[in-house]
């Protein structure tokens, strides 16, 4: 018969199942569904090209698999001189965030790690971009919405060189580059806040102090000067002490001011000084830039990932089929399958 025939090469030895397959046999197998394999995977090699090209060539929103771009932004953590309750509260925030820092990681650096996973960072960034309505999230937004910023969101620490990473990956590199200096300037803030950097947080009340006091330095002025006309234009008798008093109250309270001036300039020059000598708590290395080459999809790697998908799926195939012709070929397996030839239905 004709089956029988097609399938002759794949077992000598049918009557001894025991018996080992040769090489020859699968090689024989390969050769006879050669042309359904060299078929079957230039086919998928030539839909893998045609899809990449096509990705590549559509818009981005449009796109299938769009170019993706992760800008990031590296910062630098310092670790703590000593150990104290700090240290151990802060090991607890990295515990909870499923991070491990070892036995001589840093109570801050386990805090940026806890911050980078906390909801407040994750709804901060997300109520300034709106990524809700960007990822097209319905069903529990909120919720769904931590979920997919936690693998766009992504945040590293390197222990060696005590470096923190924030990137995100968008298809839009310029506003992937947005959010990621959002969320740079959200955690800065978010250090200062806990006054985690006493530096930092003395510098600023010395600005505010030193603006107020110029302010009042030059409101007092300002009275003085309106006194000043109003004594030139001519006063009675009767006023002139009250003036002589109203004077010398704002000449008193204008050198107070100015020494108080004086005073807070000296300590923030200081303190300037001071600062430059030591390494701040949370110090920003390199801000993100907008990238010129994308970060994924690899089509090339796609495109061997299919073909040799292709490939092994083939040669399953094959030796399925094989299989399916000897069962065919074989009245044992048949009866047990219960199947029967064309000649056996027909009777």
């Known amino acids: 018969m004709e089956n029988s025939q097609n399938t002759e090469f794949v077992s000598k030895n049918t009557d001894n199942p025991d018996d080992e397959i040769s090489l020859l046999d699968l090689i024989a197998v390969l050769l006879h569904y050669k042309f359904m394999i060299i078929a079957v995977t230039g086919f998928a090699m030539f839909v893998a090209v045609v899809f990449s090209i096509i990705s590549l060539k559509l818009p981005p929103e449009k796109s299938p698999l769009p170019n993706s771009y992760t800008p990031q932004a590296h910062m630098l953590i310092k670790e703590e001189s000593g150990?104290?309750?700090?240290?151990s509260s802060m090991s607890s925030l990295a515990s909870l965030a499923?991070?491990?820092?070892?036995?001589?990681?840093?109570?801050?650096?386990?805090?940026?790690?806890?911050?980078?996973?906390?909801?407040?960072?994750?709804?901060?960034?997300?109520k300034k971009f709106n990524l809700t309505e960007r990822y097209k999230i319905e069903k529990a937004p909120l919720a769904n919405t931590r979920k997919a910023m936690k693998k766009?969101?992504?945040?590293?620490f390197d222990e060696e060189s005590s470096v923190f990473t924030i990137g995100f990956t968008d298809i839009d590199p310029?506003?992937?580059?947005?959010?990621?200096?959002?969320?740079?300037?959200?955690?800065?803030?978010?250090?200062?806040?806990?006054?985690?950097?006493?530096?930092?947080?003395?510098k600023k009340n010395l600005e505010a102090n030193i603006e107020a006091t110029y302010k009042e330095i030059l409101k007092l002025e300002k009275e003085a000067q309106n006194l000043g006309a109003s004594?030139?234009?001519?006063?009675?008798?009767?006023?002139?002490?009250n003036v002589s008093i109203e004077t010398s109250r704002i000449q008193m309270e204008l050198s107070a001011q100015q020494k108080v001036y004086e005073q807070l300039k000296t300590q923030y020059?200081?303190?300037?000084?001071?600062?430059?000598?030591?390494?701040?708590?949370?110090?920003?290395?390199?801000r993100p830039e907008i990238p010129d080459l994308k970060s994924k999809p690899s089509r090339g790697k796609l495109c061997i990932i299919i073909t040799f998908a292709a490939f092994f799926m083939s040669v399953f195939a094959a030796f399925a089929l094989n299989a399916w012709q000897n069962i065919k070929n074989d009245p044992e397996a048949r009866k047990k399958l219960n199947l029967k030839t064309k000649e056996e239905k027909r009777v």
């Open 174 to 202: 310029v506003f992937a580059r947005d959010v990621v200096n959002f969320a740079v300037d959200w955690m800065q803030n978010r250090f200062d806040e806990l006054g985690l950097d006493t530096n930092r947080i003395e």
């Open 231 to 241: 004594v030139n234009k001519g006063v009675s008798v009767w006023g002139a002490p």
């Open 83 to 87: 150990a104290g309750g700090i240290s």
């Open 98 to 126: 499923g991070v491990s820092l070892g036995g001589g990681g840093s109570s801050r650096s386990a805090l940026a790690v806890y911050l980078s996973t906390s909801n407040e960072y994750l709804d901060a960034v997300n």
């Open 152 to 156: 766009t969101l992504v945040s590293d």
């Open 269 to 286: 020059e200081l303190l300037k000084v001071k600062m430059q000598s030591e390494q701040p708590v949370f110090q920003i290395l390199e």
